[in-house]
């Protein structure tokens, strides 16, 4: 394994760097999948809206 040596890096910071990025991705990783999963529709107007179709319920006394 071949070591990084960065001038004025404190040895232990390479390391909070690393797991800071690595969760960072991770956290990016997980909204994108939730996203995806929820199927919630992307790029759509809500002109383009058809009330019969969605799954969400109607509140009551709003029509």
Do not use: Y
């Not at 995806?36 to 019969?52: V, Y």
């Amino acid at each position: 394994m071949e070591s990084c040596v960065v001038v004025g890096a404190a040895p232990g910071e390479h390391r909070d760097l690393l797991a800071a990025q690595s969760l960072r991705g991770r956290e990016a990783a997980t909204r994108r999948n939730h996203r995806k999963r929820a199927k919630l529709p992307t790029g759509t107007a809500f002109d383009s809206w058809k009330e019969e179709q969605s799954s969400i319920p109607v509140p009551p006394g709003t029509r």
